[in-house]
């Protein structure tokens, strides 16, 4: 049996045994959802060209006909929860009288080119690619203005502007870059734009992740979490001790021998990158259910020193953690084989595998456990697990431009200074018409969400920043 | 047997045999050619990614180390042929210090993918699209860029400029607005850009047609070929009248019915297409060997009024065709199944068939059978022909942006009025950046061309535009 099919039963067992909790984000806005048949590939010709159904999402409620259209293009995971996310859209969407349309990206969500098998081979994986996945955007992007004015769309009559967060804010750019005709502008936020091979330096963004940690968490928070690393290594030597953080850390199998301890490693890693991602200043549920500023949380139940009491250190630690894991109290076990809990975590990864290569390494000087950045070693690790090569790692560059963006026109790129992907931002003004805005102190795309009465003064004026640069673009300014 | 065996096995043959002459272009221009692996497929991954070699010619003669980079994006043929015939490239390449590079297109001339196996199956011939090109060429110049000048080149260090003519002026003007960081601008000439479903009246391509051969032939050349028609279907209904035929026009295998003559009509629509889209005012070697105005030299041999002499018709044709057939007189015999001798229209062909899609239909205005565009029908004979099935017809608009190009900047699209593709061109200005140049009385891209004595004051003014717009692209004005 492949890999894939285990993972795949592994994935399926868990979610009927209602293990793995299912993703449960408040519906905050009323989308409607429709579907639309695209091609598999947008760039071969078939006998038999094969179409799967790409699901998107529409807001008319703020709509007027000859108001413009806003489109999210989707990133890596369900669309649902990105709309749900982004109410900076629907916050706007008045003033402008747009129309709202959120796009799934392919391989996410339902949007599932062959259903439940869609990640069984490295054949079904094959079009998982950032080029289809514009051409997916462009594709229903011109059939709805087909469909839903009776006409061509085009900048003068139904302008289209394209957002995104992180990701989905790498392709809101890029669609702005490829389809100039169809999108007049791009609100790219938190976009690791330049996160490519020989782009960004590997140390940045674990350096970033314990800025973070430092700056939200307090004085011992970062050192405790290095002597963590130490004392789950070397309790993890003896059956007796990786029993112990098996139980204490309620860890849905247990801890048998060093490939489980390599992932609990990986896995400890992940939740630390991620409370850093999310760390928003009020509750959010986007990758999992989370308190105002998890870091800080997470920080606060670590405040004993440790130093001569490892299993104390474990069960603080558990305590800790469940401010990520458990924050609902309705988790039963950790998996440690997935942060995501469904399909999600597996396709991202295969695209950082291939095509998304974000050289990340850890040294002295941050709080993860000291690891060069070796793309051998990196591609063999993604071959074995995926059964399929990068791309030459050049392609990211070659296709999208590198830094060169000067070349483009009408993009704002917003960056919270304390998302570690700021690290791959844009960070500067590129042109005339393609600007960088920097949000102190703030976590990932901030910017695309909801309004709300904590929002500080760099929130406020980042989003005014981006009406202010679609005013411009539609000419209403 | 398959058709596509069939076809191979016929080519191959013809080809041992010698009764398909090779193209002899004089090798006006010195090149050295290079090859470069590149990939087949850019926009998937895979767990073996096949790679092919890629052909390029390079002539460094005039560059001097801070010059820009000319780039001929290559279409539908041997690059060395459209390297001989754009001798503009070479004509102003001392005034720039430039350093020239003629890339082959995929699936032409050197560049197969499955050396001669490449059109042997629909599998094979699967990456056979303009998206697929357009990386290739990204591909190539970004290696050049690194390779020769130890450094990634932008337009501030080495600008690249790009020029192509007919299909390649599509390519070259698609490279400028999907890759604009690496091309500066573009010289596009005589490209249909205009010319898909939906875009361009399916009319026009032959009426156009018609106008050559009414301003450069005399008054009843085109009565002559009207009538023409319907002597070779009066004369088709008799084995003895296709005998005649057959011996008459030199044709390599005997007229034996229905499909034989409709294949007939077909190679002679082709004869007339080519002789004026070849109508030059000087002799050329581009398509075949040609003196001349062909059209006009053409029309001259059916100057007498046949009226009651079908036979004497035939034969008088006979003797204009060989004005497009044999002008060399070494041809043995007449093979109507190719206009090309070669796998390039095959190929050319397979575009049509699937990316391509340019409706033509012809009626009682013009001088060919009358004959509706019936897509539905049209796709289908690709299909029996080729094993695959037309992209949708949209697609082409939905990639390059339709007719608004407006939204793009720093192209010239150059068209002979008398070339019959001038009707899906670009012949207004679309942007303070994006300026259509008409030649008066032209045929296709003349202006790439060589300077040549005999050259009127509307090709020496097309050719002055270009040296401008590359000028100001390159802050040189």
């Given at each position: 049996m492949s890999l894939f099919s285990k993972i795949f039963i592994l994935i399926s067992l868990l979610m009927l045994l209602n293990i793995i909790e299912l993703a449960s984000t408040e519906q905050k806005y009323s989308l409607e959802t429709r579907y639309i048949e695209v091609p598999l590939d947008h760039f071969a010709t078939y006998t038999s060209p094969k179409f799967f159904k790409l699901r998107y999402l529409i807001n008319s409620k703020y709509h007027v006909r000859g108001g413009p259209v806003f489109v999210y293009t989707g990133n890596n995971g369900d669309i649902s929860i990105f709309a749900q996310n982004t109410g900076f859209m629907f916050d706007i969407a008045p003033v402008f009288n747009a129309l709202l349309v959120f796009i799934e990206h392919r391989y996410y969500g339902q949007s599932l080119p062959f259903g439940n098998a869609s990640f069984s081979t490295p054949e079904n994986l094959r079009h998982l690619t950032s080029t289809q996945a514009l051409a997916d955007y462009a594709y229903v992007i011109d059939y709805l203005t087909r469909s839903f004015y009776e006409n061509v769309m085009t900048h003068d009559t139904h302008p289209i502007v394209a957002f995104g967060g992180s990701y989905g804010g790498m392709l809101s750019a890029w669609l702005r870059m490829k389809y100039p005709y169809l999108v007049v502008g791009a609100i790219s936020s938190s976009a690791p734009m330049f996160y490519f091979p020989g782009m960004t330096n590997c140390d940045l963004f674990y350096d970033k992740v314990t800025q973070v940690f430092e700056k939200f968490g307090h004085d011992?928070?970062?050192k405790t979490i290095k002597l963590g690393w130490d004392v789950i290594i070397n309790l993890s030597k003896t059956k007796l001790g990786m029993d112990f953080i098996s139980t204490t850390w309620k860890l849905c199998g247990r801890l048998k021998g060093a490939e489980d301890i390599e992932t609990l490693?990986?896995?400890?890693?992940?939740?630390?990158?991620?409370?850093?991602?999310?760390n928003y200043h009020y509750p959010t549920d986007f990758y999992t259910p989370l308190p105002a500023y998890p870091v800080k949380a997470f920080c606060d139940k670590l405040t004993t020193?440790?130093?001569?009491?490892?299993k104390g250190l474990i069960e603080h630690f558990s305590h800790a953690l469940e401010i990520y894991t458990n924050y609902t109290g309705k988790r039963v076990c950790n998996n440690i084989n997935s942060t995501y809990d469904d399909y999600t975590e597996f396709?991202?990864?295969?695209?950082?595998c291939t095509e998304l290569i974000q050289p990340k390494c850890s040294t002295d000087?941050?709080?993860?456990?000291?690891k060069p950045w070796d793309f051998e070693k990196y591609a063999m690790e993604c071959y074995k697990k995926f059964g399929v090569r990068t791309l030459p790692p050049d392609w990211g560059r070659i296709a999208y431009g590198g830094k060169n963006l000067r070349y483009y026109s009408n993009m704002v790129f917003s960056n919270g200074i304390m998302d570690p992907y700021s690290c791959g931002g844009v960070t500067g003004n590129m042109s005339a018409t393609v600007w960088a805005f920097n949000i102190s102190d703030a976590p990932q795309h901030i910017d695309l969400r909801n309004s709300d009465v904590v929002d500080n003064n760099y929130v406020l004026g980042a989003r005014s920043f981006h009406i202010n640069a679609i005013k411009q673009w539609l000419n209403m300014a």
């Open positions: 011992q928070c970062v490693l990986n896995w400890l890693s992940k939740v630390y990158v991620n409370m850093a991602l999310a020193s440790y130093f001569n009491d490892t396709a991202y990864e295969y695209q950082q000087a941050d709080m993860f456990i000291t």
